[in-house]
């Protein structure tokens, strides 16, 4: 029986936070002014990564506070026990090992999990994917003809492909300049047609990426890639026009990754060439699993395991750092404070550093399909608000076009920002520093965000007295500012594993299964109902409700 939820309104830590807000009045000019402290107390580091939480809307009292909570709740007793292989996913009765991923390989103890010897079994896969990485790279893997990959498709979606273009994108300069990686994720098929229209099959490799292989999106675009390489392999007389040359092309352009390895036999991939990992990896936390075989051969197995070490850093931290000075679990808690105490619906993400232009998109599967949930572990209903919207763009990009709302509208957006000290690409505009400029950006919105501007202050400046009050910023909107020393490998897996780590701390706190995602197999199911509907079967269009119906009938009409 797994241990009963505790409802987090309950706890004696939620009463006190409760009467604690209705007397708080934030007004971080003060706080600041009289706690000269205030910025060193609360700047933590984790890894590499410093983390600046003064500019949050809590003063000493609330993080205690907040910290009790995390008792009353037991946080770290639950981070253990996922640490450990328990069944903490509890709806879909299953251990949640995505930590063991990163495990050195002398790690001790060996970690046991329902008679499995995880650690070996994760050094086997890490050593499989490293060598044929190398192969790769070294050339001695080759298409048809004998030519080395030059570009590699990951066909994958959800998990299986936000993970890993996330890291591609973030870690460009470390990719070998003789090789590419394209991602293929959406069923449209516009995604796979202008993804190969200039390839060369005979230097092009196909990951398939799917941890179940049975989604439809994955083995539809897997199953026209073959195509698509049949098809220009011949046109281009490279192979001859029988079965055992298409077989034996799939298996030199072809190679899989999945727990279903029974499935990708099914395909026609040589299973030798195929990558496993187990179901206590949950897809949005396995780009650092077999699911990133595309990074180990871009960046090179050395670099990937750097991306490891940097995940398993955070877990190191949050594993043996007392609540009050444990980065991800005090910005998970934050989180429910800004949520559950004062209101906020959404959370931006707003990183500076053009390499981390997928980071928003990664961690809304990350976090949204984990915490987007109504009922408790045990299926009773949750009495609070869960899983807040995550969204967010670049800086200064999003400057330009929605900070409007954070700095002036009627809503609390906490943010994070996030950027780098040193850039990869130091360029110069005549004598000034580019990057530097760039972050006095990242600085200054903080700072806006902050302390804003009084009427007083915008009087000053001359302004006519009817628009003083559309210049006045309020102030006291709150931010956490995120400095790391370079996007490295290791940074970019301290980062990932951090927000894994604040994701679990709310869903711990609000006592849902942060691991499932029941919440995605309706639709699934429906459109292949809907399938046969929208290719003109009669009788199945005639079962639809009437606005779907007709929605079919106009695109039918319009495809005509
Ligand atoms: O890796 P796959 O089994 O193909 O799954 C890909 C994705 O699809 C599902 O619908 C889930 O919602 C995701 O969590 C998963 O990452």
């Not at 987090?8 to 009045?25: G, M, N, V």
Request: proline share 6%; aromatic share 8%.
């Amino acid at each position: 029986m797994p241990t009963p939820p505790i409802d987090p309104t309950t706890t004696s830590a939620w009463q006190a936070l409760s009467e604690h807000e209705s007397t708080l009045r934030p007004d971080l000019r003060t706080w600041f002014a009289e706690d000269p402290e205030r910025a060193q107390r609360l700047t933590l580091q984790v890894a590499d990564l410093t983390v600046d939480l003064s500019k949050n809307l809590v003063t000493d009292e609330t993080l205690a506070l907040l910290a009790r909570l995390a008792d009353d709740v037991h946080l770290t007793d639950r981070f253990e026990a996922m640490l450990r292989g328990e069944h903490i996913n509890v709806t879909e009765d299953r251990a949640v090992l995505h930590t063991a991923l990163r495990r050195p390989a002398d790690a001790e103890p060996p970690l046991v999990v329902d008679g499995q010897h995880v650690d070996d079994d994760v050094q086997a896969v890490l050593g499989e994917v490293a060598e044929f990485a190398e192969k790769v790279r070294s050339g001695e893997w080759t298409g048809v003809t004998g030519e080395a990959v030059r570009t590699v498709v990951n066909i994958g979606i959800g998990g299986s492909d936000l993970g890993p273009v996330m890291v591609y994108e973030a870690l460009e300069p470390y990719v070998a300049p003789e090789l590419e990686v394209r991602f293929v994720s959406n069923i449209d098929p516009t995604d796979l047609a202008q993804k190969t229209q200039d390839l060369d099959p005979t230097t092009t490799l196909f990951i398939v990426a799917s941890k179940t292989f049975t989604t439809l999106e994955t083995l539809t675009n897997a199953r026209l890639a073959r195509q698509w390489l049949w098809d220009s392999l011949l046109a281009g007389g490279h192979i001859a026009d029988t079965d055992e040359a298409r077989r034996d092309a799939v298996a030199q352009h072809f190679v899989a990754v999945s727990t279903a390895l029974d499935k990708v036999a099914d395909f026609g991939i040589d299973p030798a060439n195929a990558f496993g990992f187990w179901d206590w990896v949950g897809g949005r936390y396995s780009v650092d699993s077999a699911i990133g075989t595309s990074l180990a051969i871009a960046i090179g197995p050395d670099a990937f395991g750097e991306l490891l070490d940097g995940f398993h850093a955070v877990d190191e931290h949050a594993r043996t750092t007392p609540v009050a000075r444990n980065v991800p679990f005090l910005m998970g808690l934050l989180n429910i404070w800004y949520v559950n105490f004062l209101g906020a619906h959404t959370h931006a993400v707003l990183p500076y550093a053009q390499q981390l232009h997928r980071f928003p998109a990664y961690l809304q599967q990350l976090t949204m399909e984990s915490n987007g949930k109504s009922v408790h572990w045990d299926g009773t209903p949750v009495t609070t608000q869960t899983g807040e919207v995550f969204w967010g763009e670049p800086g200064t990009n999003g400057q330009h076009a929605f900070y409007q709302l954070i700095h002036q509208g009627t809503r609390l957006v906490p943010a994070d920002f996030i950027a780098v000290a040193t850039p990869a690409y130091p360029l110069s505009d005549g004598g000034t520093d580019v990057h530097a400029l760039f972050l006095a950006n990242f600085f200054a919105q903080t700072k806006a965000l902050a302390f804003g501007k009084t009427a007083d202050e915008v009087r000053a400046e001359g302004t006519p007295e009817e628009i003083v009050p559309a210049r006045v910023f309020s102030g006291n909107r709150p931010t956490t500012s995120i400095l790391a020393p370079a996007l490295t490998p290791s940074v970019v897996g301290q980062l990932i594993a951090l927000y894994e780590h604040i994701t679990f701390t709310q869903g711990v706190v609000w006592g849902i299964d942060s691991f499932d995602q029941w919440g995605v197999e309706l639709g699934k199911k429906l459109a292949m109902e809907i399938a046969p509907a929208v290719q003109g079967d009669t009788a199945a269009l005639a079962a639809q409700d009437p606005s779907t119906r007709a929605l079919i009938e106009k695109y039918l009409e319009l495809r005509g």
